[in-house]
């Protein structure tokens, strides 16, 4: 059973860092692209960050490039999502995808909550 | 403000056969495949239609998708209860280099 999990979410000041992981299972970890989707308190979904099998393709929204930061470790089957210079519009639960090369995202996980706060 | 633009709201009683549209632009839906995702209260999307028509296994031949030219559309027949729920389209954009979701459009069943 394919299964994507979220962990690293939580509070954390204005300016601050943050270390999102999933952790996937079920299935070859390193044939897919992989994707973090926000939903802020209320929002809509808002794509954050792509990346390829390999790890060396990346894509940022505007939104978060040159402040977050993808990366995933194929041997541990996990994804990253470092979070510096974090802002109140940053708050949001973050979902893991697995991007199917012709289904899109076909796996999400629950998400993680992030609360950027004074 | 999001690339894709979607209504805000859609209804329609059970049984009813609803449609929701998904307006972009050449840079994103005019060129690229259309996906939707529907997100039930309080749970994280679920994939419902893939390359603008396709059905994923497991989704009811309620659901279909449609794409002409720059917009997309997502009909829903024989309306539940069950179906109430946020619907969200989604896509690549060449000049922005990045995947875009509308801004989604929440469905009552009344």
């Not at chain 1, 979070?83 to 629950?110: I, K, N, P």
Request: with cysteine; proline share 5%.
């Amino acid at each position: 059973e394919v299964q994507v999990v979220e962990s690293g979410g939580g509070l954390v000041k204005p300016g601050g860092s943050l270390r999102l992981s999933c952790s996937a299972s079920g299935f070859t970890f390193s044939s897919y692209f992989f994707n973090w989707v926000r939903q802020a308190p209320g929002e809509g979904l808002e794509w954050v960050s792509s990346i390829g099998p390999t790890g060396t393709i990346m894509y940022y929204a505007d939104s978060v490039k040159g402040r977050f930061t993808i990366s995933r470790d194929n041997a541990k089957d996990s994804l990253y999502l470092q979070m510096d210079s974090l802002r109140a519009e940053d708050t949001a639960v973050y979902y893991c995808a697995r991007e199917d090369q012709y289904q899109g995202f076909d796996h999400w996980g629950q998400g993680t909550p992030v609360t950027v706060s004074s | 403000q999001s690339v894709l633009t979607q209504p805000p709201s859609a209804s329609g009683t059970p049984g009813q056969r609803v449609t929701m549209s998904c307006s972009g632009s050449s840079s994103n839906i005019g060129n690229n495949y259309v996906f939707w995702y529907h997100q039930l209260p309080g749970t994280a999307p679920k994939l419902l239609i893939y390359k603008n028509d396709q059905r994923p296994s497991g989704v009811p031949d309620r659901f279909s998708g449609s794409k002409s030219g720059t917009s997309a559309s997502l009909a829903i027949s024989g309306l539940r209860s069950e179906d109430e729920a946020d619907y969200y389209c989604a896509t690549w954009d060449d000049i922005l280099r990045g995947r875009v979701f509308g801004g989604g459009t929440k469905l009552t069943v009344l």
